[in-house]
């Protein structure tokens, strides 16, 4: 699953929507801080959604 950065998301933001916690998604990554930009293209793994935050990171697509 990829994820596309918005304007204003933190790592912190989309671990909380997803369910991928911080760590994850620097070493899925390979990033070495937790600064990103708004369109870059984030990894969040294969499955890496489950099945209690996928309504709210189905929700946060939608209103996007």
């Not at 911080?22 to 870059?40: C, K, Y």
């Not at 489950?50 to 189905?58: C, I, K, N, V, Y």
Request: zero cysteines; charged letters at 20%.
């Amino acid at each position: 699953i990829i994820y596309i950065v918005k304007v204003n998301d933190t790592l912190l933001g989309i671990s909380l929507v997803t369910g991928v916690s911080v760590d994850e998604l620097r070493a899925l990554n390979n990033l070495t801080s937790d600064t990103i930009f708004e369109g870059q293209k984030l990894l969040l793994g294969l499955e890496a959604i489950d099945s209690d935050h996928r309504a709210l990171f189905d929700s946060v697509l939608l209103a996007a």
